[in-house]
């Protein structure tokens, strides 16, 4: 019984995390466009770098970014997380449910590193918090301000870290790593 239910919980999970992925997606490229379609007129309320128009189904929509909080905030606001946090989540269950849950079948390959099932999972989740770590450093430094260096640094990074991953784990398990 219990393949059976892993099979569904990671067809259920796979299926969460592309949807979930796609509608992130989707708001990053809105959010992208919105910003790219702002623009400062005078008479704007203090704080506010620029306004949009948009028009979708026959409504009119007016849209107002501010550079910092308002000093009063409404009593309903749409926030954009649940996208990413959905992403997130679903993904790091997707790997407990495949890789830690069968961690001696789909995460371990002797003859790449022979390691312990757990020593293997214990390392993924070392090198994902590192990886983090990394990324965070990097966004934080003053690399982040040029784009052609930070994108050549980061893509030498993704390399070495594909390097690595296949120096660890299964070649299935180090693609799934790379792409966490």
Not at 2 to 24: F, K, N, Q, S, Y
Not at 26 to 48: H, M, N, W
Not at 100 to 114: G, T
Request: charged share 15%.
């Amino acid at each position: 019984m219990e393949p059976l239910l892993l099979e569904w919980a990671g067809l259920i999970l796979r299926w969460l995390h592309v949807i979930a992925a796609m509608a992130w997606i989707g708001t990053s490229f809105y959010f992208i466009a919105l910003d790219a379609s702002l623009r400062a007129r005078p008479g704007l309320p203090p704080g506010v770098a620029g306004e949009a128009w948009q028009v979708h189904g026959g409504g009119f929509y007016r849209m107002m970014k501010y550079t910092v909080a308002p000093p009063e905030l409404p009593e309903r606001l749409t926030w954009f997380k649940w996208e990413a946090y959905t992403t997130w989540l679903s993904g790091f269950f997707l790997m407990i449910a495949y890789y830690y849950w069968n961690a001696e079948l789909l995460l371990v390959d002797p003859a790449v590193l022979d390691l312990s099932p757990m020593a293997a999972m214990i390392t993924s989740l070392a090198l994902l918090v590192a990886g983090y770590l990394v990324y965070e450093a990097l966004c934080r430094s003053p690399l982040a301000r040029r784009d052609a260096a930070l994108a050549l640094v980061g893509s030498l990074l993704v390399v070495l870290a594909a390097w690595l991953f296949s120096r660890i784990f299964s070649g299935r398990a180090a693609v799934f790593h790379l792409g966490a």
